[in-house]
């Protein structure tokens, strides 16, 4: 029996199987409103056999956006169109999931197709004009970037109480797994990182000061998010300059995420200081995974050029991480889930189609007997007499 197809039940959420769509933005959203491109977009990963699909980084404030194109969590109103993708997904068998975020200094930039770096004269032509940002200091992402303000105890405050409304704006859309992004780069990460926590109160200095905020915020989301559903925290277990946050600096972050009652540490890297100075090739964060996985005692997921079926197999089966995040393979190959659940040979030879959606298994499986009897295509088949 395959370790990857295995189900997986965090409090009293069960997981179909361990594979997770990373989440990933569109940059499609209007005002934070999602369209029916998002809903066709997660719909096909669910249709595609993942059992976790999580949703992009949702802004909990027009503010918090990475560009104009953001999905957003700060109205009422947006509650009914989330509310539509959580039902598919569901419907389709799969766990709903939603990652709310702050983007912090790297707010009000390019989306990534139109130059992925500060906004240009050409994108306020496009109606995508910046407006002022925070972090926890006044570092900015780079020479030629918006500089952040300094945000004061009052700003500090409004960010706690932006998470703690979209996080229950989340729950009445019908997600399940709520995840809190505290990576990459964006606000509460810039609060972790001494690469731009310049701070000198209770919010900066040493690693007790640094997590302060992110633990608040987790404290805060683990007391409004039902008992009986998953809290997950995205990080970066490693900021990009070997000078910036460590692997034991996460590690004693995940404890104490742990001691709140966080479930699962999500374990990306990088998002603060360039180059990036780790090792960087297949896989290359798992060991993150199963280093803050042993440490913490805590629930992992691993990300990061994950791409073959075998690999994430020997994740799960090897006790490094409980989950695999696939993130651009999928995008590249919506059916990976599925595909890799024949490749694992965790499908009756009898029927190998019988786990894809009834609507699409029955042609596959008619289809492949008839496949069988002709054996494999070459350029020299051709049709009978």
């Not at 992009?56 to 027009?62: C, H, K, W």
């Not at 995205?234 to 996460?250: F, K, Q």
């Not at 990036?276 to 005692?297: C, F, L, M, N, T």
Request: glycine share 10%.
């Amino acid at each position: 029996m395959s370790s990857l197809f295995q189900p997986l039940t965090i409090r009293q959420v069960s997981l179909k199987n361990r594979l997770a769509l990373s989440p990933m933005c569109q940059y499609e959203a209007i005002d934070g409103f999602v369209t029916p491109y998002h809903l066709v977009h997660y719909g096909k990963f669910a249709l595609g056999g993942f059992g976790l699909i999580m949703i992009e980084a949702t802004a909990v404030s027009p503010e918090g956006r990475i560009t104009h194109g953001d999905v957003g969590l700060w109205d009422d109103r947006q509650v009914s169109g989330l509310a539509e993708i959580a039902a598919f997904v569901k419907k389709q068998g799969a766990t709903p999931g939603i990652q709310i975020a702050h983007a912090g200094p790297k707010a009000a930039m390019q989306r990534p197709y139109y130059g992925d770096g500060p906004l240009t004269p050409d994108d306020h032509a496009r109606g995508d004009h910046p407006w002022p940002i925070v972090s926890a200091s006044t570092v900015p992402v780079d020479t030629g970037w918006l500089v952040p303000a300094e945000l004061d105890l009052k700003g500090i405050q409004k960010v706690k109480d932006d998470f703690d409304a979209a996080a229950r704006r989340a729950l009445k859309s019908g997600f399940e797994v709520l995840e809190l992004h505290a990576a990459h780069g964006y606000l509460l990460n810039s609060f972790l990182s001494p690469l731009t926590n310049e701070r000198t109160d209770e919010y900066g200095g040493t690693l007790e000061g640094r997590m302060r905020l992110p633990l608040e915020i987790a404290k805060s989301l683990r007391e409004i998010w039902p008992e009986d559903k998953p809290l997950f925290v995205r990080i970066s277990a490693v900021d990009g300059s070997r000078n910036g946050v460590t692997l034991e600096d996460s590690a004693a972050f995940a404890k104490e995420l742990a001691a709140i009652g966080v479930d699962a540490i999500d374990c990306s890297s990088g998002g603060i200081g360039r180059p990036y100075e780790h090792p960087s090739g297949y896989g290359h964060q798992v060991p993150y995974a199963a280093r803050i996985k042993a440490e913490s005692e805590l629930s992992t997921m691993a990300v990061g050029l994950i791409v073959d079926p075998f690999q994430a197999e020997e994740i799960v089966a090897s006790g490094q991480a409980d989950l695999v995040a696939i993130g651009r393979e999928a995008l590249r190959e919506p059916n990976f889930a599925l595909r890799a659940e024949q490749a694992l040979d965790a499908v009756d030879p009898a029927s190998p189609f019988a786990n894809w959606p009834r609507q699409i298994g029955w042609w596959l499986n008619h289809r492949e007997r008839k496949l069988d009897q002709l054996g494999a295509y070459t350029s020299q088949s051709s049709v009978a007499a």
